[in-house]
Every structure is written in C-alpha cells, then in structure tokens.
C-alpha cells in the first residue's frame, strides 16, 4: 500500500496550491480518504474529507476555500486550496480508510509542507 501526495510548497497569502494524493495497492474506490494537517507545535487535525460515495466534509476553517475531490479512475485524491492563509501552514497528509462494517484498514501518507508566507 502505497499513499504518495505532492503538490505541497511555498505560497504567498491569497495563493491557491493543489494537493494530489496518489494511491495503490488497495480498493481505493471502497476508502473514504481524508486530508489532515499538522502545524508545528500543533496537533494533527481533519481538514477535510470525501467518501467513497463522494460525500465531502470541511473543517471551518477552510469551509469556501478548500475542495476535496477524487478521481477513482485514477485512484488519486485532490485538495484545492484557494485564498491561503499564514495559518494554512502545515504538513498536509492523506489518509485512506475502510469504513464498510468490520473493516478496519487505515493508511497514511508521508505528508507535503504547504508554506503560506510572503
């Protein structure tokens, strides 16, 4: 199994950047996948999320300026993020879980810095 995101880099405030999240190795149309973030200092939290049915869920802090969408052809995952803020600096992971009754399997990507300074 295998969760490979990029996209990640330096922006200025007011920037957009998009996150790709490339996975393998498991039935990726059957996992809901999730984006996360972890500031230093911080503890990791739940930016936001798609089902596999593609029923999406944002935290409110980036509610209208985040979109999560996913490509099951491609088993990749996207994070568009738009009007960037200095608070929006963080190590961004993707996260596949299996949430079909009796299922347990959760992966993790190595993550990708997303830098909001000018």
């Known amino acids: 199994v295998q969760l490979v995101e990029s996209g990640g880099g330096l922006v200025q405030p007011g920037g957009s950047l998009r996150l790709s999240c490339a996975a393998s190795?498991?039935?990726?149309?059957?996992?809901?996948m999730i984006w996360y973030r972890q500031a230093t200092g911080k503890e990791r939290e739940l930016v936001a999320d798609?089902?596999?049915?593609?029923?999406?869920k944002y935290d409110d802090s980036v509610k209208g300026r985040f979109t999560i969408s996913r490509d099951n052809a491609e088993n990749t995952v996207y994070l568009q993020m738009n009007s960037l803020k200095p608070e929006d600096t963080a190590v961004y992971y993707c996260?596949?879980?299996?949430?079909?009754?009796?299922?347990?399997?959760?992966?993790w990507g190595q993550g990708t810095q997303v830098t909001v300074s000018s």
């Open positions: 996260n596949a879980r299996d949430r079909r009754p009796g299922r347990r399997d959760d992966y």
């Open positions: 190795g498991f039935t990726f149309s059957s996992y809901a």
């Open positions: 798609i089902s596999s049915g593609g029923r999406t």
